[in-house]
């Protein structure tokens, strides 16, 4: 029997991201429930095995489910990997999510979190190995909710240990790093070859997540 882990992915198209130009909460939800959820639910599927592999523990998919919502639609939206069954937003963890000018594929660890701080003490030790094992075209964030970030090739020793201190002083401070494809970018259109290369960047900041403990 053909499984949801099986069948190819096909990958986004600009019809996904524009869902994000919906007005009004209540249709870009239906929108976004019929034609972007169905893939976030396909990808979660589909990398939580690899990424128990990769990680030496279990895994498990969470798709954002913007229920909280009343009034604002949402601006994006994701699936989030993380070692607890639960939730993710407490935990290190990975995504893979869309906002309508990008796909992102990073490793997060946002302000719920209560390894922050160790996080940070093991980066601010390990500060040139990360210097050295992130790629320059990979992006920081310190705010999930804002779309982009600064690439590390841009960012001087100095711009990281701030970003990693605000993570032990202030309780809103997060940090994200990983790839941002453009939506126009024609690797989209090819959905093996994104898993390809959302499998690669997890294994690339791999590190950074085993720095969370």
């Not at 239906?30 to 095995?49: C, F, T, W």
């Not at 040139?128 to 992006?139: F, K, S, W």
């Amino acid at each position: 029997m053909t499984t949801i882990n099986t069948i190819p992915f096909e990958g986004f198209t600009q019809t996904d991201f524009d869902v994000f130009a919906i007005p009004g909460l209540e249709p870009r939800m239906s929108a976004l429930i019929d034609n972007v959820r169905p893939k976030l639910h396909q990808l979660g599927e589909r990398m939580a095995p690899t990424l128990s592999v990769l990680c030496g523990e279990e895994m498990y998919p969470h798709v954002a489910k913007h229920a909280r919502r009343t009034i604002n639609p949402p601006n994006d939206t994701w699936v989030a990997f993380a070692n607890n069954k639960r939730g993710y937003k407490a935990h290190p963890h990975f995504q893979i999510g869309l906002f309508e000018s990008h796909l992102f594929i990073q490793f997060a660890i946002i302000y719920e979190s209560n390894n922050k701080s160790v996080f940070a003490d093991h980066a601010l030790s390990r500060l040139n190995e990360i210097r050295r094992l992130v790629p320059a075209h990979y992006v920081w964030s310190s705010d999930h909710m804002v779309p982009g970030g600064t690439p590390h090739g841009e960012m001087k020793s100095d711009d990281l240990k701030g970003l990693l201190n605000r993570l032990k002083t202030v309780k809103a401070s997060e940090a994200l790093c990983g790839l941002i494809v453009d939506r126009h970018d024609p690797l989209l259109l090819d959905g093996e070859k994104l898993v390809s290369t959302i499998e690669e960047t997890f294994s690339t900041v791999l590190p950074l997540y085993r720095m969370a403990f």
